[in-house]
């Protein structure tokens, strides 16, 4: 099982509050992800970095913000939440994996996961 | 476009019984493709693994195949438990860049009932 946490489990509230979303990991890892996944839908990268102070944006347009000042850390935050942002949430870190083969062997472990509810 | 499909969408057996997955990928350059297991409000589980030398790979009650030519795979479930009740995501990597870029199926939810 990854070490690999993710706060609050669970999260309703109103249209325009700041919220974080918090990730840890324990592991070590250089790498962490944010995913947005809606019902039924497939994960999209919405965030990455490589290590400490480091943060590119991922695939899918998003109007939240993230920070790497730790590395065990990688906080989401919304500055304005809107109900458009109503959806599940996944952390996730990653090491290399022991194949040696080229890029794109990481394997990538995730949190638990945030349901955001915003009404 | 890099895509992965899977099939099909969502699936009922009763426990006990045998099932199989399919995913269908369009990713390349292929670097490897990966089955997870993802139960509900949880985050996905790595089950297996596999590089484009690779064409099979069991964990337990899992086997998953790898065709890279036809650019198929699948998760065959063997003797299906109440636990297996779950979504399984098909996620292919490439190899184009150091990040080693994720494409994922939308998953094929499994319901087994006893």
Known sequence: EADIYQTPRYLVIGTGKKITLECSQTMGHDK?????????????LIHYSYGVNSTEKGDLSSESTVSRI???HFPL??????????????????????TGAPGG????YFGPGTRLTVL | KNQVEQSPQS?????????????????????????YKQDTGRGPVSLTIMTFSENTKSN?????????????SS????????????????????????????????????????
């Open chain 2, 60 to 72: 337990g009650r899992y086997t998953a195949t790898l065709d890279a030519d036809t650019k198929q």
């Open chain 1, 70 to 72: 730790r590395t065990e």
């Open chain 1, 105 to 108: 062997t990481d394997t990538q």
């Open chain 2, 75 to 114: 998760l065959h479930i063997t003797a299906s438990q109440l636990s297996d009740s779950a979504s399984y995501i098909c996620v292919v990597s490439d190899r184009g860049s150091t990040l080693g870029r994720l494409y994922f199926g939308r998953g094929t939810q499994l319901t087994v009932w006893p």
């Open chain 1, 32 to 44: 962490m992800y944010w995913y947005q996944q809606d019902p039924g839908m497939e994960l999209h």
């Open chain 2, 11 to 35: 699936l009922i057996i009763l426990e006990g019984k045998n099932c199989t997955l399919q995913c269908n990928y369009t990713v390349s350059p292929f670097s490897n493709l990966r089955w």
């Open chain 1, 77 to 98: 935050t919304l500055e304005s939440a809107r109900p458009s942002h109503t959806s599940q949430y996944l952390c996730a870190s990653s090491d290399k994996s022991r």
